[in-house]
């Protein structure tokens, strides 16, 4: 009776998630009023809580095709420590958005395929000179600068996976305009994740990775940087991968960068046209293609040796790594896997891809440097994304807890609805779950210690931040913590708005409090 009850109930949520796209927040910054917090914030909670994502779905009037394409709203959530919390939020203030709110028209198409008629015809033009003159078409597409925010030194910057980020004020989110690093961005774009070598944790530094691939050329190139705490550049390495079609994220281990070779993205000169032109969106491109090959590419971290191509036993794209780390000739990753029909399908209006055919599964990868040999192993059934774990322990060896927003009902891939930690030394015998009673979305792990968290503590001690939302209460959003050694105790604290924002991409945690 129970399971009946969850099921329908997922399948009640499933059919309404619609809901947490509608609309559009009001930009504010506010105190939340202490009738709206359900039990206590933690006092050891120190920092502020970031998170990006689509502001909107429509544009004056024109529909998106897929949430990517919307402007970034970005959202935070200051704990100073007193049980108190402050909300703000803003829209990215791109070179694209202001051109639109100062117009009042759609006038930049975007990469998952929203466009107009007259941007179809234009481009579509603009492809067909372009083939006679054999010249590159200048095809401009919006950067909503929408999949992530962190914060670095003195910077605060909001990313976007083909483009240069953008500099926000942290104390007022206010747009301080595109930042290219000192110059440092080779490539001109800057990808949506990093992470943090705390390998010395006197000297931290932050590793970012960009990717720009032509489909006339076989090699992509991959721009990996490492940034001192004062921005400065400590490395720099671009690379050129043959065969490399996609970049959303890498692992950090012990000299080496780690990416992925995804057989599901496929881009030929014909393609090519087709999406430039606005005949179809990238999405359609995005497929199993069992001529290319699936593999994890190994950089070095000192730019003087090959790399190393791992042939993987099995076809799967993926978007994001676990916990990860190298020990001798041992490495071990962990990853979220999509296989078979897997496709960017804007499924039930609310998940960004098909997960309820193409469920992602999180799993194991134990690989040999020097034979190359692998072992996999599936270590959680239920269907997932968007693995966290410890940001300062990334790379550390011996580390193992991941958290993840999943559906832990069987045969079901949608919606996210728990909580789900998982031990990669224990897989399914210690993993712990915690189901919502609405539609959760990534969890965001906050060190209790700080910076500090490096090296003391357990990699376990910590909370876990996530936004919430009931389809059943369609004006409001929440934020939920839980204690990250306890998640089957559900969350500690409720912070509720009077208000929703839509769902969010990705987020970060930083330990510094602005207010």
Known sequence: MILRRQLSLATHYLNSAYKGWEGIAPECSLTIAKTEIVGEVPKDLVGTFIRNGPGLIEKYGHKLAHPIDGDGMVCALTFPGDG???????????????????????????????????QRERDTKAVQEALKTRTLPKIKFRNPSNTNVWHWGDRFLSAYETSIPYSLDPYTLETLGKDDLDQTLKLKRLGAH????????????????????????????????????????????????????????????????????????????KEAIKILSGITGPEYNMKLNDCLPCQFVFLPRDGTLEPILIDLPFPFHMY??????????????????????????????????????????????????KTGSVEYHELDPASNEFPCSHPYRHGHVGTKFNYMMACDEPERGL??????????????????????????????????????????????????????????????????????????????????????VNYPFHGTFTPDVFL
Not at 91 to 106: G, P, S
Not at 239 to 256: K, P
Request: proline share 5%; glycine share 6%.
């Open 84 to 118: 108190t919390v402050h909300f703000k939020n803003k829209f990215v203030e791109t070179v694209e958005r202001k051109a639109e709110e100062e117009e009042k028209a759609f006038l930049f198409r975007g990469q998952m395929g929203s466009i107009a008629d007259w």
């Open 194 to 269: 990093f992470r943090i070598d705390t390998s010395d944790p006197q000297n931290p530094r932050l590793v970012t990775g960009a990717f720009r691939r032509s489909p006339l050329l076989p090699n992509a190139a991959m721009e990996i940087n490492e940034y001192n705490w004062d921005m400065s550049l400590a490395k720099g390495n671009v690379f050129e991968v043959e065969g490399l079609t996609y970049f959303h994220d890498m692992a950090l281990i012990d000299g080496y960068y780690v990416v992925h070779k995804s057989p599901f993205v496929t881009m030929d000169p």
């Open 320 to 369: 994001h790594f676990g916990t990860s780390y190298r020990d001798g000739d041992h490495v071990v990753l962990t990853t979220t896997s999509l296989t078979g029909d897997y496709n960017m399908s804007w499924e039930w209006k609310y998940w960004l891809s098909n997960m309820c055919k193409a469920p992602g599964k999180f799993g194991r990868f134990d690989i040999n440097l």
């Open 415 to 500: 919606p996210f609805m728990d909580v789900v930690k998982v031990d990669i030394d224990q897989g399914v015998t210690g993993r712990k779950v915690w189901r919502a009673d609405g539609l959760i979305s990534e969890c965001v792990f906050a060190p209790k210690a700080g910076w500090k968290a490096s090296v003391d503590l357990a990699e376990d001690e910590g909370w876990l931040i996530t936004q919430y939302f009931n389809p059943d209460e369609p004006n409001r959003t929440q934020f939920l913590v839980l204690d990250a050694q306890d998640v089957e105790a559900g969350p500690i604290c409720r912070i509720k708005l009077n208000f929703k």
